[in-house]
């Protein structure tokens, strides 16, 4: 079974700073990856769709990028903002089964 | 309006109750999935329709029904709820024509309270 982590699992920066966060996956044999924000209480909002066959997506302050034989993804983002604060979920698509796996998350927090 | 919206929003039962949750979406995907949200645990499938007359177990199964009146809705009920289906609860769609290189698409979740 596929097994997704994300490290850390809690995380706060000072606004403007650019920041990575992690996404790790066991089985390399995926199809895609997708990362998702998550505001508290909320639905997920995807951010961005990673192919297999692509190594990075962009889309304005953010920018993905995947390593699928060492099964790694990192979210970049660039001058962060307090409204950028919420947690940030990666899912991966295996070549078997019908079904995304996800991570658990990390809590971004922004200091104004 | 919301792609994909599920109802209630909020909802508190007690132990032993029937209880429905319902999605539907206006984006014309034909896949429709139902997810649940624990603390530390992430998102686990419990049902998933890739079309009207298809219906599959995810991983955590037991416990809940499923039923796709239509290709816009999904419903997920708990037969005979107990505290620990304490959740949220999340309807996701997919475009089969998008194939395995398709994304979901999430609503706004529905935070169930078994008391």
């Known amino acids: 079974k596929q097994e997704v982590t994300q490290i850390p699992a809690a995380l706060s920066v000072p606004e403007g700073e650019n920041l990575v966060l992690n996404c790790s996956f066991t089985?390399?044999?995926?199809?895609?990856l997708q990362w998702f924000r998550q505001d508290p209480g909320k639905g997920l909002t995807s951010l961005l769709l990673i192919q297999s066959s692509q190594r990075e997506q962009t889309s304005g302050r953010l920018n993905a990028s995947l390593d699928k034989s060492s099964g790694r993804s990192t979210l970049y983002i660039a001058a962060s903002q307090p409204g950028d604060s919420a947690t940030y979920l990666c899912a991966v698509r295996p070549y078997t089964g019908n079904q995304f796996y996800f991570g658990t998350g990390t809590s971004l927090t922004v200091i104004p | 309006d919301a792609d994909v919206t599920q109802t209630p929003r909020n909802r508190i039962t007690k132990t032993g109750k029937r209880i429905m949750l319902e999605c539907s979406q206006t984006?014309?995907?034909?896949?429709m999935y139902w997810y649940r949200q624990d603390p530390g645990l992430g998102l686990r499938l419990i049902y998933y329709s890739f079309d009207v007359k298809d219906i599959n177990k995810g991983e955590i199964s037991d416990g809940y029904s499923v039923s796709r009146q239509a290709q816009a809705k999904f419903s997920l009920s708990l037969e005979s709820a107990i505290p620990n289906q304490t959740a949220l609860y999340f309807c996701?769609?997919?475009?089969?024509?998008?194939?395995?290189?398709?994304?979901?698409?999430f609503g706004s979740g529905t935070r169930l309270t078994v008391v």
């Open positions: 996701a769609t997919s475009d089969s024509a998008m194939g395995r290189g398709g994304g979901y698409t």
């Open positions: 089985d390399s044999a995926i199809y895609n």
């Open positions: 984006k014309g995907h034909d896949r």
